[in-house]
């Protein structure tokens, strides 16, 4: 079984949300894109083990921005009946799918289709029924006219937007939380059936050391060990038997006690009833206090937690609940687990990345690595571009904002089945790599064909711009010649993000129509500008737009670093006249790499008077 759709609605930044999820399921993107937000969602509905326990009873904060600020606005509109202002709704859907015998039992009550294939849970945080609204809103309507009296209308007006709506309440006592099951909202889910359905969450915040103590009832260790019947741990009792005679024994205690006798005699009375002998007794303790006093060595040389590296802790961290997890019969009470995983690869070098993500899928693997158990789902979410390359690309969904609304984007959704579309999967797969996959953490995307264009385009866009790429969340992907429709595929069929196409004309040669046919292929897609040439490669249009003036100067020590005899020759031979653009090229036509990086060290000396080509210009003016 899995939750396999997910609609949230009026929570937190998701304001209209729907995402389908499968059983393994990484999900990357920006920060502040709502990653955590979506895990948190579902926190809502299934209850938690061993994980810290996520409250359902929400706070103002927990509602959308949006729907706050408009339900006030609303308030503030006088021509708006009081009676038709409708209240925020935060909702949660999740669609449960493909479940066993032994889950059917457990959710046969929630069935939302006619073929029963589907379940539904359904969390809501809404006014309680008794509630009046339409009061709710005339007094606070009267409190604004109070308030507009009190300083004048023309000072109420002058107050900014925002100043005016803080001066509302929202009324969140009068909220409750109900989970439903089914398509129906007129009765709450069975809380035992409920109950067997698990959502454990390894937050990006989580406190590995702490947690690896079972000093409390609160610690992660303690909540797996004492998860397990008392009765496997009572052999542990017996072990403390011999103790009271021990400590009958000890001459030290045994002086102490009488110590404490002598004293009491002195200040107190002894009576028929009563003495003031005292004695020192074991008090056997029950199992929980006897885990509490456990802890977690680890490695060749073990020391306490305390002195293990962060990164270490966290996969000691992550192991102990996913071994808490994996094995179905040491958790018979859930018949189903969720684990949410933020940022596995926190205090992590990339190879250690690189090894966790390998294994994570194996997690819920059947033995026969074709199909994934049906007790454990498992979402990731991460920033790593080296977790993102190993989760196999099919089950890696992009969050990102189209306008300010939070949409889902599956790397390979919208490919068919076409020869053409699984040679571009066969491509994405082998190239989109830990760099390549930085453009699903970015807002802008410029695509550039090689390694001349990578070392440059990012410093003309600092010289255009006054900024880095980076500060207008901008990557520059090499795509290695004639692989640009393969990328531009992902950002057609969903994943909208402005990108621009840098792109040699290639006048003369095999692929002299490729520029053509991308312009083609993509001016209806609007956040997509392929951008061209005028002569037939980069490194000629950077030639002719510096053939005089500062520019020629730059080029010409350039020269000179690359191909300091050649180069020398050049310069005397050149003069005053303006630079050739095809005897400069075929100076430098088997060195371009050579010659783009000390073309950057050049400029980044002195690029006064230099010019950016034309294309480039206009693009990435285009593009931010």
């Not at 990578?454 to 004639?482: A, D, Q, R």
């Amino acid at each position: 079984m899995h939750i396999s759709h997910l609609h949230i609605r009026n929570y937190r930044n998701f304001l209209d949300f729907s995402i389908d999820l499968k059983p393994l399921t990484l999900i990357i993107g920006e920060n502040n894109v709502g990653k955590s937000n979506l895990l948190d969602s579902i926190g809502l509905i299934l209850s938690q083990d061993v994980s810290f326990f996520k409250k359902r009873q929400l706070e103002v904060a927990d509602f959308n921005y949006n729907t706050i600020r408009a339900f006030k606005k609303s308030i503030l509109d006088l021509t708006i009946k009081a009676e038709d202002i409708a209240f925020p709704v935060i909702e949660v859907d999740a669609t449960l799918k493909d479940w066993d015998e032994d889950q059917e039992a457990v959710i046969a009550d929630w069935f939302s289709n006619k073929e029963c294939t589907e379940a539904k849970l359904r969390y809501v945080f809404e006014p309680i029924a008794k509630f009046n609204k339409a009061e709710e809103i005339e007094a606070q309507r009267s409190f604004i006219s109070e308030y507009k009296r009190q300083i004048g209308e023309d000072k109420f007006e002058a107050l900014l937007e925002s100043a005016k709506l803080d001066l509302l309440n929202f009324p969140i006592s009068q909220y409750h939380y109900t989970i439903y099951g089914g398509n129906k909202s007129e009765g709450s889910a069975n809380p035992y059936h409920l109950s067997q359905l698990k959502f454990e969450l390894l937050d990006a915040l989580r406190d590995a050391c702490a947690e690896l103590v079972a000093g409390s009832n609160r610690k992660l260790l303690f909540r797996i060990l004492n998860a397990r019947d008392e009765k496997e741990y009572q052999q542990l009792k017996t072990e403390l038997v011999g103790l009271q005679q021990s400590i009958n024994e000890n001459t030290t205690l045994q002086a102490i006690k009488t110590s404490i006798s002598e004293q009491l005699d002195k200040i107190s009375l002894k009576t028929d009833e009563s003495s003031n002998d005292v004695d020192l007794i074991f008090s056997h303790p029950d199992v929980a206090d006897i885990l509490k006093k456990i802890s977690i060595i680890y490695g060749e040389d073990p020391v306490k937690i305390e002195r293990n590296g962060t990164g270490r802790n966290n996969l000691l961290f992550i192991s102990l609940i996913l071994s808490f997890i994996e094995d179905k019969k040491r958790v018979p009470t859930a018949f189903f687990r969720i684990v949410g995983l933020e940022e596995p690869e926190s205090h992590l070098h990339p190879n250690l990345q690189d090894h966790l993500a390998h294994n994570i899928e194996k997690l819920i693997q059947l033995p026969s690595a074709k199909e994934f158990r049906k007790d454990i789902q498992v979402l990731l979410t991460s920033h790593s571009t080296y977790v993102s390359t190993k989760i196999d690309f099919n089950h890696t969904v992009v969050l990102f904002k189209d306008e300010g609304v939070v949409k889902p984007h599956y790397i390979f959704q919208g490919f068919d089945e076409t020869a053409r579309a699984k040679k571009q999967i066969q491509y994405l797969n082998k190239y989109l790599d830990a760099e390549n996959t930085n453009l699903f953490y970015s807002q802008k995307i410029i695509l550039v064909e090689g390694i001349s264009e990578k070392l440059l385009v990012p410093f003309f866009f600092n010289m255009i711009h006054k900024n880095p790429t980076e500060k207008f969340s901008c990557c520059v992907v090499n795509v290695n010649g004639l692989a640009f429709s393969n990328f531009l595929e992902v950002i057609k069929n969903g994943y909208f993000r402005k990108c621009l196409v840098l792109t040699d004309s290639d006048e003369g040669v095999a692929t002299e129509n490729r520029a053509e046919n991308l312009t083609e292929q993509y001016k209806t897609v609007p956040v997509i500008l392929v951008a061209v040439t005028k002569e037939s490669t980069f490194e000629k249009d950077v030639i002719m737009a510096n053939r005089t003036g500062d520019g020629k100067n730059i080029l010409l020590k350039t020269l000179i670093l690359v191909r300091p005899n050649s180069g020398k020759a050049y310069q005397e031979e050149l003069g005053d006249d303006p630079i050739d653009i095809e005897k400069f090229f075929e100076l430098i036509v088997k060195h371009k790499s050579s010659f783009a990086y000390s073309l950057l060290i050049t400029l980044i000396e002195e690029s006064k008077g230099f010019v950016i080509p034309d294309y480039i210009d206009k693009g990435i003016k285009w593009l931010v």
